[in-house]
């Protein structure tokens, strides 16, 4: 398999953990998401981002939750009892649309494109919907180790890759103490892996 990839990404970090708790091997070609695009990603993604995994037939595969749901296929990171399933779907469904575009992009403003004095209108209405975000988190964490119920899933490797680098957005974690647990027990799992290796 051939990882399209950036190294500070929590998207493409989301494939490289699950990949490394599966020991799969794979190549990676490194792109810097804050310059132009090459012309062949583009063309095998139209969407022109990262992650994208080329599958051992050649298939091209984008979105990092899609490309977790396919990698998870009959391994234990799916859960396998239907309604923790429907769990894990319903978490990867909110890392996307409640989760990342707020974190992710507070992240990307203030760290990477080091933009943040331009944005700051922005900041204010992303900082509101990420700590709504982080409250739900918590509040799903009340009667449960991981996002599905028992087992650790997907689900909390998707919403780990951002929420453990959301001081790089300016969200401080001291009002989630079990969202700060959930990160050590995901931590703990066998063949994790750190963003930054
Ligand atoms: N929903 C997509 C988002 C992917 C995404 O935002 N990728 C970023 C890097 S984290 C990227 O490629 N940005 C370059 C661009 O959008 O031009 C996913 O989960 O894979």
């Known amino acids: 398999m ?8 929590g998207n493409c970090y989301k494939v490289r953990l699950l990949l490394a708790h599966l020991n799969l091997s794979y190549e990676t ?6 310059s132009d695009i090459p012309e062949e990603l583009q063309r095998l ?5 990262v992650p994208l995994l080329i599958l051992d037939d050649g298939r091209a595969l984008a979105e990092s939750n899609a490309i977790l749901w396919h990698l998870a296929q009959q391994t234990k990171y799916l ?3 239907p309604v923790e399933r429907q769990e894990v779907l319903r978490w990867l ?13 507070s992240r990307f403003i203030i760290t990477y494109a080091k933009t943040a004095e331009r ?10 919907r990420g ?13 449960r180790p991981f996002f ?12 780990y890759a951002y929420t453990h680098a959301a001081d790089e957005g300016r969200f401080e974690l001291q009002l989630y103490p079990r969202v700060r647990a959930w990160l050590d027990r995901v931590r703990a799992q066998p063949g994790h892996v750190p963003l930054r290796s």
Do not use: K
């Open 2 to 9: 051939l990882l399209w990839n950036s190294p500070p990404s």
């Open 29 to 34: 070609i490194d792109v810097d998401v804050t």
């Open 45 to 49: 993604n139209p969407a022109g981002q």
């Open 79 to 81: 859960a396998d009892e």
């Open 93 to 105: 469904f909110f890392e996307q649309n409640a989760h990342e575009p707020n974190i992710a992009t």
């Open 119 to 128: 944005f700051g209108p922005v900041l204010e209405y992303l900082a509101r």
């Open 131 to 143: 700590h709504a975000a982080l409250a739900a988190m918590e509040s799903q964490l009340a009667d």
């Open 148 to 159: 599905a119920g028992r087992v650790y899933s997907i689900a909390d490797i998707a919403l």
